[in-house]
Nanobody
Framework: QVQLVESGGGLVQAGGSLRLSCAAS????????MAWYRQAPGKQRELVAA???????NYAEFVKGRFTISRDNAKNTAYLQMNSLKPEDTAVYYC????????????????WGQGTQVTVSS
C-alpha cells in the first residue's frame, strides 16, 4: 500500500557530494518523522539523520556539518544532501518513515525503503 523509494546513490570520490531522495507513494494520511539510516557490510544499521514533521533535525555525530536532511511535504519526499564524503560513508543508505495510515491501515506504522548504494572512493 505504501512504498518508500530511494534514489541518488552512486560512486563518488572522497570530498565529493551526493543528494539522496526518498519518495513515499501509496495511500496514507500523513508522514511523521522521516530518517536516513545506513548499513555497511557486516555492520549494524545506524541512524544517519532524522527530521520530524515540524522540521526538527537530528544528526549522528559522524555526519554533523557535512550532511543535511530536508523534506518536501508537498512531494512526500525526504532528501539527504551529503557533502565532503569520506570512504567511511560507504554503505547502503535506507529511508525510514513513520506514517499515519489511511483506508485499510489504521494508526501509525513504519516503513523502510529498499536502500540505495553509496560508495566513496579514496
Amino acid at each position: 500500500q505504501v512504498q518508500l523509494v530511494e534514489s541518488g546513490g552512486g560512486l563518488v570520490q572522497a570530498g565529493g557530494s551526493l543528494r539522496l531522495s526518498c519518495a513515499a507513494s501509496g495511500s496514507f494520511a500523513s508522514i511523521n518523522a522521516m530518517a536516513w539510516y545506513r548499513q555497511a557490510p557486516g555492520k549494524q544499521r545506524e541512524l544517519v539523520a532524522a527530521i520530524t514533521s515540524g522540521g526538527t533535525t537530528n544528526y549522528a555525530e559522524f555526519v554533523k556539518g557535512r550532511f543535511t536532511i530536508s523534506r518536501d511535504n508537498a512531494k512526500n519526499t525526504a532528501y539527504l544532501q551529503m557533502n565532503s564524503l569520506k570512504p567511511e560513508d560507504t554503505a547502503v543508505y535506507y529511508c525510514n518513515a513513520d506514517l499515519v495510515g489511511s483506508g485499510s491501515i489504521v494508526g501509525l506504522y513504519n516503513r523502510w525503503g529498499q536502500g540505495t548504494q553509496v560508495t566513496v572512493s579514496s
